[in-house]
C-alpha cells in the first residue's frame, strides 16, 4: 500500500476518450496510472502498490474479469471496481460475486465515479490496517460482507443496488460526521470537490448540516455545512 496520502489508482480501459475522462476526473485527488490494454494492466498489478483499480469489463484480449482475478491472486487488499455499459451491467454483478467492490455504469457520472472511488480507497487501506480509523472507511466497506446479497440470482441485480445506495449513504454520513459538516474539508478527504460532494449528499439524503460531532481534538466547523 502506498505510504503517501494520495491514493494510487490504476484505470484500465480501451478506448481513449473514456481513458481521458476518467483520468481527468480522479487526477486532482489520485495518483493515476493509466493502461489501455488488459494485457498491460496485468503487467502493473502486483509490480507496484496500488489502492484502486478501475477496470473495464470487456476488451480485447484480456478482460476485466482477468484483471480482477489478477488483482485477487497478487494484491487482495487492492479493491477493483468494473466499468460497463449499461447493458452489460450482469457481468458487473457477476464481478462482485468474484469479489470485486463495485461498480459504474457508462456513461460515466463524474460524481458517482468520484464516491465510488473514494469508498473503494477507504475501503483498501481500512483492510491494508493503514487507515487513521477514520470513521467513514468503517461505516464504507465491502457491502457484500454481511451477506445481503445472497438470494437467487434472478434478485441478485436487485440487492446489489440497494447495497451499494445504503453503502453510499453510510460511507456519506460518516464522513460528514468525521468533518463535523465542513463540505470543504469532507470534500478534500474524498477527493471531490465542494460541488460535487454537495449532489451526492442530496442524491443520497445525507445533511451536512445534521452532522455535529467534530473530529477529536478538533473545533466543530462554522458555516460550511448547507446542503
Do not use: W
Given at each position: 500500500?502506498?505510504?503517501?496520502e494520495r491514493p494510487?489508482?490504476?484505470?484500465v480501459?480501451?478506448?481513449?476518450?473514456?481513458?481521458?475522462?476518467?483520468?481527468?476526473?480522479?487526477?486532482r485527488?489520485?495518483?493515476?496510472l493509466t493502461?489501455?490494454?488488459?494485457?498491460e494492466?496485468?503487467?502493473?498489478v502486483?509490480?507496484?502498490?496500488l489502492?484502486?483499480?478501475?477496470?473495464?469489463?470487456?476488451m480485447?484480449?484480456a478482460?476485466?474479469?482477468?484483471?480482477?482475478?489478477a488483482v485477487?491472486?497478487r494484491?487482495?487488499?487492492?479493491?477493483?471496481?468494473?466499468m460497463?455499459?449499461?447493458?452489460?451491467?450482469p457481468d458487473?454483478?457477476?464481478a462482485?460475486?468474484l469479489?470485486?467492490?463495485?461498480?459504474?455504469?457508462?456513461?460515466?457520472d463524474?460524481?458517482?465515479?468520484a464516491?465510488?472511488?473514494?469508498r473503494a480507497?477507504e475501503?483498501?487501506?481500512?483492510?491494508?490496517?493503514?487507515?487513521?480509523g477514520?470513521?467513514a472507511?468503517?461505516?464504507?466497506?465491502?457491502?457484500?460482507e454481511?451477506?445481503?446479497?445472497?438470494?437467487?440470482?434472478?434478485?441478485?441485480?436487485?440487492?446489489v443496488?440497494?447495497a451499494?445506495a445504503?453503502?453510499s449513504?453510510?460511507?456519506?454520513?460518516?464522513?460528514?460526521?468525521?468533518?463535523?459538516g465542513n463540505?470543504?474539508?469532507?470534500?478534500?478527504r474524498?477527493?471531490?470537490?465542494?460541488?460535487?460532494?454537495?449532489?451526492v449528499l442530496?442524491?443520497y439524503?445525507?445533511?451536512?448540516?445534521?452532522?455535529?460531532?467534530?473530529?477529536?481534538?478538533?473545533?466543530a466547523?462554522?458555516?460550511?455545512?448547507?446542503v
Amino acid at each position: 500500500m502506498p505510504n503517501s496520502e494520495r491514493p494510487s489508482v490504476l484505470v484500465v480501459e480501451d478506448r481513449p476518450s473514456v481513458l481521458l475522462l476518467v483520468a481527468t476526473v480522479l487526477e486532482r485527488a489520485c495518483e493515476v496510472l493509466t493502461a489501455s490494454r488488459g494485457e498491460e494492466a496485468l503487467g502493473i498489478v502486483g509490480s507496484r502498490p496500488l489502492d484502486v483499480v478501475l477496470t473495464d469489463v470487456r476488451m480485447p484480449g484480456a478482460s476485466g474479469f482477468d484483471v480482477l482475478r489478477a488483482v485477487t491472486e497478487r494484491s487482495p487488499e487492492t479493491q477493483v471496481v468494473l466499468m460497463t455499459a449499461y447493458a452489460n451491467i450482469p457481468d458487473a454483478v457477476a464481478a462482485i460475486k468474484l469479489g470485486a467492490y463495485d461498480y459504474v455504469a457508462k456513461p460515466v457520472d463524474a460524481d458517482e465515479l468520484a464516491l465510488v472511488i473514494a469508498r473503494a480507497v477507504e475501503q483498501a487501506r481500512l483492510e491494508a490496517g493503514g487507515l487513521d480509523g477514520g470513521g467513514a472507511a468503517r461505516e464504507g466497506g465491502r457491502f457484500g460482507e454481511a451477506g445481503e446479497l445472497a438470494g437467487a440470482p434472478a434478485c441478485f441485480h436487485t440487492a446489489v443496488e440497494q447495497a451499494r445506495a445504503r453503502a453510499s449513504r453510510e460511507y456519506l454520513t460518516a464522513l460528514m460526521q468525521t468533518y463535523a459538516g465542513n463540505v470543504t474539508r469532507a470534500a478534500a478527504r474524498a477527493g471531490m470537490t465542494r460541488e460535487s460532494l454537495h449532489r451526492v449528499l442530496r442524491k443520497y439524503g445525507v445533511h451536512a448540516e445534521r452532522s455535529g460531532n467534530a473530529p477529536r481534538g478538533e473545533p466543530a466547523a462554522r458555516g460550511d455545512g448547507a446542503v
